[in-house]
């Protein structure tokens, strides 16, 4: 169920969802593939131009990418639109995106670590952003058999949040509301040994001022509070998406050495940092991330 707080019904709010109701339901009537790489193209061609994104994706690369040549930038504007959409598109039509992500491999320094983790039963904290496709990690997780809890920000419109909830739970579950109610629920996983999968990548006021390609960026420490509260791995994962735009392929680094939390949650600053350095399209550009500070 979503967080009451965040959604909001009404004759409005229907009409605004009966748009994105029709796409999605035109969508299902093609094959996964055609209408994952439709959304993407319609999001680079005509949704991010439209609703002005591109404008966001360019001034977060003019702060912390000057030096990007012109013909770079406008090539990053589409290439993330597609990717965000491209993801839009996975998480509201379930089925086929988890069919393809369950066949993710995983690999990556930490596998090892990871795994024996899971196998005695100590509580893992999976950390990623908005990369890629981040429900991947735990779609492949869970096809191995270590399913995880994921925190979700419900959507404001209270008809298109009901798919989205519905969406979310046929991909991985459980799923919680973002909250005092959302974090009791993850919290009473860790006490259990039982792994959540957690986004730390966009600005939050009540963060610390850490670093983020070269900038501050209010960062939540939550993730490494809770590694040191309770002992679990604390793990940076994340789902990269392949040349093809439909497979994945899972990177699971080094767990985070326990410390204290600022240290430990500025390792996972870097991590992605360094994800993104590799793959810059397939990261979010369109957050505010640096805002407050």
């Known amino acids: 169920m979503a967080a009451a707080e965040f959604e909001h019904g009404g004759v409005r709010n229907y009409l605004l969802d009966l748009p994105l109701r029709a796409l999605f339901g035109l969508l ?46 406008d090539r990053m504007c589409r290439e993330v639109s597609r990717n965000a959409t491209r993801l839009m598109a996975e998480t509201f039509l379930p089925l086929g995106f988890v069919e393809r992500a369950r066949h993710a491999p995983i690999g990556g320094e930490g596998r090892e670590a990871l795994f024996a983790a899971l196998e005695k039963g100590r509580p893992v904290i999976l950390v990623s952003g908005h990369f890629g496709n981040f429900q991947v990690p735990r779609v492949a997780l869970a096809a191995r058999g270590f399913d ?12 298109t949040n009901r798919r989205y909830v519905a969406c979310l739970n046929r991909i991985a579950t459980p799923n919680h509301p973002r909250g005092m109610r959302g974090t009791k629920a993850i919290i009473g996983h860790l006490r259990k040994g039982g792994v959540i999968a957690l986004l730390n990548d966009q600005a939050a006021y009540e963060g610390k001022k850490l670093r983020f390609m070269g900038r501050p960026a209010l960062t939540m420490t939550s993730a490494a509070e809770f590694a040191l509260k309770f002992d679990a791995l604390l793990v940076p994962i994340y789902g990269i998406r392949q040349g093809n735009g439909q497979d994945f392929r899972v990177e699971v680094e080094a767990p985070i050495p326990h410390s204290d939390p600022e240290t430990m949650t500025q390792a996972l600053n870097d991590s992605l940092e360094a994800m993104v350095d590799a793959h810059p399209e397939q990261w979010y550009w369109i957050h505010r991330r640096w805002k407050g500070v």
């Open 148 to 159: 995880s809890a994921g925190i979700y920000r419900p959507m404001n419109n209270a008809y």
């Open 28 to 73: 299902a009537l093609m094959p996964h593939e055609r209408a994952v790489e439709l959304a993407g193209w319609l999001g680079a061609r005509i949704l991010a131009p439209a609703l002005g994104l591109n404008r966001r994706i360019r001034n977060n690369l003019a702060l912390v990418r000057p030096e990007m040549p012109r013909d770079e930038v």
